[in-house]
């Protein structure tokens, strides 16, 4: 089973942490633009089950991806599965219209610029993304990929390199989606 354990931040100081990034031997690797659409589930409450469903679009290219309930208490780790669909806006809305009819409902968009860098220490590569995300702010995120047996060891190589980049302290273990939700609550 493939694991995304991923570990996120909110950033006061962009500039100075790309710096550090960098100066770390990061290598910077491009600057897109997500626009995230979740669903709902129309049998089952993702928000208590800790699951999400959503359809990404960067540029022409869209995906469908299935995030599974997070595996443990400290980081976001959980079973990811996505799936390229056709490219274009005609398939984005396509499909869609095809989970409306199967009675998904949209929920919220999330829109971010992301800054995109690698970095490979003791053999093993981290993408470390630095997110200006609308309505929320600044956030870095460290992640990697990782099969179910060597999920802990690379949660333990996530943390460190955090905390070696003065991230933190407490990692925010809420999607952007659920952060703008609890936004979007608070203000109403």
Known sequence: MHYEVEVKY?????????????????????????????FAHPQRDFSVTDEAFRIRRVGS????????????????????????????????????QILEQLSFQPVSHVRKT???????????????????????????????????SDVDAVREQILELAKSLSLGPQVERRSYLRLLLDRKNSNT
């Open 10 to 38: 909110p950033v006061e100081n962009v500039d100075a942490l790309r710096k550090i990034i960098l100066d770390r031997g990061a290598r910077y690797k491009k600057t897109i633009e997500q626009e995230d659409l979740y």
């Open 61 to 96: 290219k869209n995906m469908v991806t299935y995030k599974g309930p997070l595996v443990d208490q400290e980081t976001k780790t959980r079973q990811e599965v996505e799936v390229r669909l056709a490219e274009g806006p005609e398939a984005l809305a396509g499909f869609k």
């Open 114 to 148: 992301r800054n995109i860098f690698l970095l490979i220490e003791a053999g093993h590569e981290f993408e470390i993304v630095l997110d200006h995300v609308h309505e929320l702010g600044d956030y870095a995120e460290i992640e990697s990929q990782a099969e179910e």
